[in-house]
């Protein structure tokens, strides 16, 4: 379905990402012309771009500017041409930026195409505004890190892990009992071709991404006044899932933030007890429930990780009580990878698969 047009959607990895024909099914199946959609926990924003496939406004929120950065990039109206041309015209005119030191970054990266990073680093923190700098922002944040390739390079880094960002000290550690030095990239190369793949006939977009916490009122306001949600699907982090901001570090730094992995949770839902989780989400339902149209439906994905004695069934059921939206159907939706971690994504061991569940509300 749609299918010539998917390739956007894989523009950058990101945790607990669910299909594209998840959301993309649900809309085509149920979805009327002009029907806006909304997902308060877009992540790298596989909900909007289904929207996005089939004429249909959207609103996605997530408080990780990563997430979002992402987001947008899968939203704007852009021609491959101009990608290449911000990017050239990037290095050809910005002046040397800054580098970071330390063993880390002389492991990861070879000197010059970190340098080359760093200049675009610095150009697009100081100016994202256009579709296409957002665009070439989404192409060097899936092209930051990732697996040495044997043909041409598609990544900038050391060989790394593709959805997380490696962690210093294990990966300075594995680089160098492998003996991997980085490899010099054309930086360019890689963007144009990455450019080609993900926006090449494209149809138009119509969707808004926010960098914000849904459990604040005003963050799910809709773009137009007088319009109303009409269906909401989502994925909300699993309780106890708080890894997302230290697992993206890396792309986080190249949008401005520190050099260092940050394990703050700021801004996040909190994971201190099952019941402290559900009463956030509850916040997010009722929010929700003040913006959507009358008989609006919302389609949640859910599930927990293996690490908590916590039913996630449980959890989803209590924080939906009193908010509005009444559970219609619970579907089993299969089982879903935990999410390659640390050690996994240098091929040390592979994650035990999670039981995930839809659940149908109505309000």
Not at 1 to 26: Q, R, V
Not at 48 to 62: E, M, Q, T, V
Not at 90 to 105: C, D, H, N, Q, Y
Request: hydrophobic share 40%; net charge positive.
């Amino acid at each position: 379905m749609l299918s010539e047009h998917a390739a956007l959607n894989g523009i950058c990895p990101y945790f607990t990402m669910f299909p594209l024909e998840f959301p993309l099914g649900i809309l085509h199946k149920g979805a009327a012309r002009g029907d806006w959609v909304l997902d308060p926990f877009c992540g790298r924003g596989t909900t909007n771009f289904a929207s996005r496939l089939l004429g249909l406004p959207s609103l996605g929120i997530d408080s990780n500017p990563v997430a979002t950065a992402i987001t947008a990039a899968k939203l704007v109206d852009t021609a491959v041409e101009d990608i290449v041309r911000e990017a050239r015209e990037i290095l050809a005119s910005s002046p040397r930026a800054p580098v970071p030191k330390g063993e880390f970054w002389e492991w990861a990266f070879d000197r010059q195409t970190l340098q080359q990073v760093c200049q675009f680093r610095e150009a697009l923190v100081q100016d994202c505004r256009t579709p296409a700098r957002i665009a070439l922002r989404g192409v060097i944040l899936g092209a930051l890190h990732g697996p040495q390739q044997k043909t041409f390079p598609s990544y900038l880094s050391n060989q790394s892990p593709r959805t997380y960002s490696p962690k210093p000290s294990y990966s300075v550690g594995f680089w160098k009992r492998h003996n991997m030095r980085p490899q010099r990239v054309d930086v360019l190369a890689v963007i144009e071709r990455r450019a080609r793949r993900y926006y090449s006939d494209l149809p138009k977009g119509t969707g808004v991404c926010r960098l914000a916490d849904s459990r604040v009122p005003e963050s799910v306001r809709p773009i137009e006044p007088r319009s109303r949600f009409r269906w909401i699907i989502t994925s909300p982090p699993y309780y106890g899932m708080r890894t997302y901001r230290p697992d993206q570090w890396l792309r986080n730094w190249f949008l401005g933030g520190p050099e260092t992995v940050d394990y703050t949770n700021h801004g996040q839902v909190v994971h201190s007890s099952p019941q402290s989780f559900a009463a956030d989400l509850q916040a997010v339902w009722r929010n929700v429930a003040e913006v959507a149209a009358s008989s609006a439906r919302m389609v949640i994905r859910f599930g927990g990780i293996s690490d908590r004695r916590a039913d996630p069934l449980e959890i989803i059921k209590h924080s939906l009580k009193g908010t509005g939206w009444k559970i219609q159907t619970i579907r089993r939706a299969g089982n879903a990878s935990h999410g390659k971690r640390q050690a996994d994504a240098f091929l040390r061991r592979e994650s035990k698969p999670l039981a995930e569940f839809d659940i149908w509300a109505v309000n």
